[in-house]
């Protein structure tokens, strides 16, 4: 998934160096709705450790 992020994050840094700014701010406000619930997710889930 951070892989993912990452790809996404490189795809908004090219489309704004290639002047497509709307195109590379929406996918920048839709990359971080991503990489916010999946923050959410991973800190919020419970530890499977069995002691």
Not at 10 to 37: D, E, H, K, P, W
Request: avoid cysteine.
């Amino acid at each position: 998934m951070i892989a993912l992020l990452f790809a996404l994050f490189v795809a908004t840094m090219g489309l704004n160096y290639y002047g497509r700014t709307q195109a590379g701010t929406t996918l920048f406000l839709i990359t971080l709705a991503m990489s916010i619930y999946w923050l959410n997710y991973h800190a919020t889930s419970q530890l499977s450790i069995q002691l």
